[in-house]
């Protein structure tokens, strides 16, 4: 019997690790230690920190991480506060009846990729789209106005593709949330301010904080969106580790980039959770 | 439990059999050179299958790079970034001419193919199809438009459209005067000159419209008048020609950039006489002229030209005059670190 759990546990156990340690671990080495390669002037590859230190000592490239990690923010920011009001909306104030429907409402544009989505909101906004069509068929302007390709077109792209991972956890965290609080603190004669700062946003802060981390990494690891709708001035900090590979055959400087984007990224989670006062475990569980 | 382990194994044993039936040809390619007609003849005549996947020059090199050259049977990469990658990365074998009806190619094109790419002895290319990039206009909206230097232009401020890569800082060093490829030796010289048509792209950001990516989106921004001067590839617009005469491509006054894409064989091709046969069989006159016709680049095979579409000989006729094709500039081999410097550039001008 015992042999038989051992046999067991070890074919379901291989596959695991075998996928996390050929797939995962082996590849994140060998990035590594491309990393830490670094081409001289004659052409030899020698250890090197030169690529990491050319992150700092560049200003395009720290400028560039400063700029995607700011918009990220933002949109991480902008993307609860569409978000919040839906979810409330969801789970306090509508019939619970409807509750499923309006979830599955919100899940359905997430059954297309990403790329369908981007490229329905270019067929909307642009000079020759639907939105112009209207504005100039009802004499509101008299010359189409170009909506895409500009930093406001780009952030509403990335809010609206990462809202749904906002909602989830918000959604589930207000469930569980007994309405009898909020009824208490009315009856004791709190204001609508006051109980929505001291008892929905307190309740749902675990799910915010694990919406706010999911969007964060999606943004700030997002490349298409910002490549198609933001157009001429977006260089985004993936872009450019996809440009040191294809572009400039220089996977050494593109290897050491990831890694300073997983670091910096994880730092300011990090600077997030300690500010906001809110614990990694607790947020994700 | 034993039940378990044989299925395990069972299904492994299914799944990589399957994965060997059957004879397969992948081919590593760019959008349009492998029309669908010509894939469904040559696997009734062969019975082998073709996989496409589609790429542009940079892609190709790192994917093949990234599998050692592995994972594809032929590829068709730019004739000019051949051999510094090969002499770096070894990702081609040397392409075996006996094995290729080499009457069937025109013949100025095969010894300079053969020369551009040869590494320490070996070629590693033959042609396949050439082209030009240079400029798309609407004539009707901008009937001035002659040159590279139309694209810093601002009478068209908002309806100017260039890929960021590596051809439009060729076409603005040679639209100053310049000739980047008389520099490709001198990495100095190069990167000075570089750094002015970095200052000079920078100055005309705020006239151009978007950066294009994919030669399909700009097709249709040219289409809804919403982009008016682009640069781009000559097939692209003279297909745009044949739905809206007003626009067309016209060959810049300081000369439309000439290139040529070749078959490769990777180091690693599993199919290497399948790779061969599709080789022979689309150079075939026949077959070649069918790529023509359809796709509107130029072909390398030599017996074609007589049976293409009198319209696409037009094309030819209207945008380049006997001055315009002396005036071509025929991309030369990119030799290492070049890439480097023009990676670096680009970035710099995108994140302005």
């Known amino acids: 019997m015992n042999r038989h759990i051992k046999l067991g546990f070890f074919i379901f156990f291989v596959p695991v690790i075998l996928w996390l340690f050929l797939l995962i671990v082996l590849p994140q080495i060998d990035l590594l230690l491309m990393s830490l390669k670094f081409e001289n002037d004659a052409g030899k590859m020698v250890w090197s920190f030169a690529n990491y230190s050319s992150f700092f000592t560049q200003k395009v490239y720290w400028l560039t991480f400063a700029r995607t990690a700011i918009y990220a923010i933002i949109v991480t920011f902008l993307t609860f506060v569409v978000t919040f009001p839906m979810a409330f909306y969801i789970t306090k104030v509508v019939n619970p009846k409807y509750k499923g429907f309006l979830t599955i409402l919100i899940l359905m544009p997430f059954w297309v990729s990403e790329l369908v989505r981007v490229y329905g909101w270019m067929i909307l906004?642009?000079?020759?789209?639907?939105?112009?069509?209207?504005?100039?068929?009802?004499?509101?302007?008299?010359?189409?106005?170009?909506?895409?390709?500009?930093?406001?077109?780009?952030?509403?792209?990335?809010?609206?593709?990462?809202?749904?991972?906002?909602?989830?956890?918000?959604?589930?965290?207000?469930?569980?949330?007994?309405?009898?609080?909020?009824?208490?603190?009315?009856?004791?004669?709190?204001?609508?301010?006051?109980?929505?700062?001291?008892?929905?946003?307190?309740?749902?802060?675990?799910?915010?904080?694990?919406?706010?981390?999911?969007?964060?990494?999606?943004?700030?690891?997002?490349?298409?969106?910002?490549?198609?709708?933001?157009?001429?001035?977006?260089?985004?900090?993936?872009?450019?580790?996809?440009?040191?590979f294809i572009e400039s055959f220089n996977w050494n400087q593109g290897a050491a980039f990831g890694f300073l984007l997983l670091l910096i990224s994880s730092l300011i989670i990090w600077i997030g959770l300690k500010i906001s006062k809110q614990n990694l475990a607790k947020a994700l569980s | 439990m034993k039940r378990l382990v044989t299925i395990a194994v069972g299904t492994a044993i299914l799944l990589s059999s399957s994965l060997m039936a059957g004879q397969t040809l992948r081919i590593l390619t760019w959008k349009g050179y492998a029309p669908k007609a010509l894939v469904d003849k040559f696997e009734k005549?062969?019975?082998?299958?073709?996989?496409?996947?589609?790429?542009?020059?940079?892609?190709?090199?790192?994917?093949?790079?990234?599998?050692?050259?592995g994972g594809f049977d032929l590829a068709q990469p730019s004739q000019d970034r051949i051999s510094s990658v090969q002499a770096k990365f070894k990702i081609y074998q040397p392409m075996d001419y006996s094995k290729i009806k080499t009457s069937e190619f025109i013949p100025s094109m095969l010894a300079a193919v053969k020369k551009n790419t040869k590494v320490k002895g070996s070629s590693y290319a033959v042609p396949f199809a050439y082209g030009t990039s240079g400029l798309i206009v609407n004539k009707k909206l901008a009937p001035y438009a002659k040159d590279y230097s139309d694209l810093l232009n601002p009478m068209y401020k908002g309806k100017i459209s260039y890929r960021l890569k590596r051809p439009t800082l060729i076409a603005m060093a040679f639209a100053k005067g310049d000739n980047p490829f008389a520099k490709y030796s001198d990495a100095k010289a190069y990167k000075k000159l570089m750094d002015g048509v970095k200052a000079d792209l920078i100055k005309g950001k705020p006239l151009v419209k978007n950066y294009w990516a994919n030669g399909d989106a700009l097709l249709s921004m040219m289409r809804s008048g919403e982009v008016v001067v682009a640069m781009g590839w000559d097939g692209g617009g003279w297909k745009l020609h044949k739905e809206n005469p007003n626009i067309d491509f016209v060959a810049p006054a300081s000369g439309a950039l000439g290139w040529i894409d070749t078959f490769a064989i990777p180091a690693k091709s599993k199919n290497v006489k399948a790779a061969y046969k599709w080789i022979n069989f689309i150079m075939k006159p026949a077959n070649a002229a069918l790529f023509t016709n359809e796709s509107g680049y130029g072909t390398a095979s030599n017996g074609a030209?007589?049976?293409?579409?009198?319209?696409?000989?037009?094309?030819f006729q209207r945008s380049f005059s006997k001055a315009d094709i002396d005036n071509i500039k025929w991309y030369p081999p990119v030799p290492a670190k070049l890439e480097k410097i023009e990676g670096k550039i680009l970035d710099l001008i995108k994140s302005e």
């Open chain 1, 125 to 244: 906004l642009r000079e020759s789209g639907v939105i112009n069509y209207f504005l100039l068929k009802l004499g509101i302007t008299h010359q189409p106005i170009e909506m895409l390709y500009n930093d406001a077109s780009m952030i509403m792209g990335l809010v609206y593709t990462s809202m749904l991972f906002m909602l989830v956890p918000i959604l589930s965290s207000l469930d569980g949330m007994d309405d009898s609080y909020i009824e208490a603190a009315h009856d004791l004669g709190a204001s609508k301010f006051i109980i929505f700062m001291k008892i929905v946003i307190p309740y749902a802060a675990p799910g915010i904080v694990s919406g706010s981390i999911v969007v964060f990494m999606l943004t700030l690891g997002d490349y298409l969106t910002p490549n198609l709708m933001g157009g001429k001035n977006s260089l985004w900090f993936t872009e450019q580790i996809y440009n040191q």
């Open chain 2, 45 to 69: 005549q062969t019975g082998i299958k073709v996989e496409l996947t589609y790429s542009n020059n940079e892609e190709m090199i790192a994917k093949l790079r990234a599998t050692r050259g």
């Open chain 2, 305 to 315: 030209t007589a049976l293409l579409s009198p319209e696409k000989k037009a094309n």
